[in-house]
C-alpha cells in the first residue's frame, strides 16, 4: 500500500484529491509552480474540512490531523519519494508529456506515475516516460470529495499491478472505480458527456429548446441528476471545449466536433459558473 502520495497541481482538482488523499490517511505532499497557487488550494482545502466539520460529517480532531498530514513545495523534486505521483495540471498533451518526462528522471524505482487526465490517451503521456508500464490514468470527478467516481485508465503497456494500485488509491480514498481496458480519447466518460453536450449546444445555438428546456429533458426524461448545459457550466465551457476537440482530433468523428457557439462563449469569457455566466447566469 503507497503510504506518500505527491500531487502536482493545486487546483480544483488537484487540491481536491490531496484533500481525500490525507483525509484517508495519507502524507501528501502538494506541488505547483507559485505559492499563491499553493496557498489558493490549501485555503480550498480548508474550506472543505470546514464544511464537513459544519455538518458534522468529519470531527475537528480529524480535519486538523488530515490537513496536518498535507505539505506543499514548489520544488518538483520533493515529490521523488512518493510512492504515487498524480498529475492534475493544464489539460494539453506537451504540457503533460514534459511533466511526465520529468517525473521519469526524479520519482523513485516502482513508484506509479497516474494522471487525472479526462480525454487525453494515456499511451501518449507514457511515451515521455522510460517506465511507460508504470503510468496510468486515475480521472477524478469534481468536485473531489463529494464525486463517487474515479476512471482508471489503462494505456498500451501499463502493468497489472500498477492498475491494482492505482485502484488501491482510488478505492482507499472512498471510490467506486470503472476500469477503461483501452484508451482511446475521452476514455468512457468525457466521450459520453462530450457527445451529449456537443448535441446539446447544438440544438441551443439552432434555435430549437431553450437551454432549461434541453436540461429538462434529459432531467426528467433520461433521469439524469444535471442536464448536460448545466453539467457544462459546472464543469467549465472552457474545459469542454477543450476536451471535446481533443477527442475531435484524435478521431475525426463529427459528433465531437464542438458547435461554434462553445467558441464563441469562450472568447467572450462565458465559461459558466467559475465566471458567472455560460449557458446560464449565476448570481453569488
Given at each position: 500500500?503507497?503510504?506518500?502520495?505527491?500531487?502536482i497541481?493545486?487546483?480544483?482538482?488537484?487540491?481536491?484529491?490531496?484533500?481525500?488523499?490525507?483525509?484517508?490517511?495519507?502524507?501528501?505532499?502538494?506541488?505547483?509552480?507559485?505559492?499563491?497557487?499553493?496557498?489558493?488550494?490549501?485555503?480550498?482545502?480548508?474550506?472543505?474540512?470546514?464544511?464537513f466539520?459544519?455538518?458534522?460529517?468529519?470531527?475537528?480532531?480529524?480535519?486538523?490531523?488530515?490537513?496536518?498530514?498535507?505539505s506543499?513545495?514548489?520544488?518538483?523534486?520533493a515529490?521523488?519519494?512518493?510512492?504515487?505521483?498524480?498529475?492534475?495540471?493544464?489539460?494539453?498533451?506537451?504540457?503533460?508529456?514534459?511533466?511526465?518526462?520529468?517525473?521519469d528522471?526524479?520519482?523513485?524505482?516502482g513508484?506509479?506515475?497516474?494522471?487525472?487526465?479526462?480525454?487525453?490517451?494515456?499511451?501518449?503521456?507514457a511515451?515521455?516516460?522510460?517506465?511507460?508500464?508504470?503510468?496510468?490514468?486515475?480521472?477524478?470527478?469534481?468536485?473531489?470529495?463529494?464525486?463517487?467516481?474515479?476512471?482508471?485508465?489503462?494505456?498500451?503497456?501499463?502493468?497489472?499491478?500498477?492498475l491494482?494500485?492505482?485502484?488501491?488509491?482510488?478505492?482507499?480514498?472512498?471510490?467506486?472505480?470503472?476500469?477503461?481496458?483501452?484508451?482511446?480519447?475521452?476514455?468512457?466518460?468525457?466521450?459520453?458527456?462530450?457527445?451529449l453536450?456537443?448535441?446539446?449546444?447544438?440544438?441551443?445555438?439552432?434555435?430549437?429548446?431553450?437551454a432549461?428546456?434541453?436540461?429538462?429533458?434529459?432531467?426528467?426524461?433520461?433521469?439524469?441528476?444535471?442536464?448536460?448545459?448545466?453539467?457544462?457550466?459546472?464543469?467549465?465551457?472552457?474545459?469542454l471545449?477543450?476536451?471535446?476537440?481533443?477527442?475531435?482530433?484524435?478521431?475525426?468523428?463529427?459528433k465531437?466536433?464542438?458547435?461554434?457557439?462553445?467558441?464563441?462563449?469562450?472568447?467572450?469569457?462565458?465559461?459558466?459558473?467559475?465566471?458567472?455566466?455560460g449557458?446560464?447566469?449565476?448570481?453569488?
Open positions: 500500500m503507497a503510504k506518500q502520495i505527491a500531487v497541481g493545486a487546483g480544483l482538482m488537484g487540491s481536491g484529491i490531496a484533500q481525500v488523499a490525507a483525509q484517508a490517511g495519507y502524507e501528501v505532499v502538494l506541488r505547483d509552480v507559485t505559492d499563491a497557487a499553493l496557498t489558493r488550494g490549501l485555503d480550498g482545502i480548508k474550506s472543505s474540512y470546514q464544511r466539520t459544519a455538518k458534522g460529517k468529519l470531527s475537528e480532531e480529524d480535519a486538523g490531523a488530515a490537513l496536518a498530514r498535507i506543499t513545495t514548489t520544488d518538483l523534486d515529490v521523488g519519494s512518493a510512492d504515487l505521483v498524480v498529475e492534475a495540471v493544464f489539460e494539453q498533451l506537451e504540457v503533460k508529456q514534459e511533466l511526465f518526462a520529468a517525473l528522471r526524479i520519482a523513485r524505482p513508484a506509479v506515475l497516474a494522471s487525472n487526465t479526462s480525454a487525453i490517451p494515456i499511451t501518449r503521456i511515451a515521455a516516460t522510460e517506465r511507460p508500464e508504470s503510468v496510468v490514468g486515475t480521472h477524478f470527478f469534481s468536485p473531489v470529495p463529494m464525486m463517487q467516481l474515479c476512471e482508471l485508465v489503462r494505456g498500451y503497456k501499463t502493468s497489472d499491478e500498477t491494482a494500485a492505482a485502484r488501491e488509491f482510488a478505492e482507499g480514498v472512498g471510490k467506486t472505480c470503472v476500469v477503461v481496458n483501452r484508451d482511446v480519447a475521452g476514455f468512457v466518460t468525457t466521450r459520453l458527456i462530450s457527445a453536450v456537443v448535441e446539446a449546444a447544438r440544438l441551443y445555438e439552432s434555435g430549437v429548446a431553450t432549461e428546456d434541453i436540461d429538462a429533458a434529459c432531467r426528467l426524461g433520461f433521469g439524469h441528476a444535471m442536464g448536460p448545459l448545466q453539467t457544462a457550466d459546472l464543469t467549465g465551457v472552457d474545459i471545449l477543450h476536451a471535446t476537440r481533443n477527442i475531435y482530433t484524435e478521431t475525426q468523428d463529427e465531437f466536433a464542438p458547435p461554434e457557439i462553445m467558441a464563441r462563449m469562450v472568447t467572450a469569457g462565458d465559461l459558466g459558473r467559475k465566471s458567472g455566466r449557458f446560464y447566469g449565476y448570481q453569488d
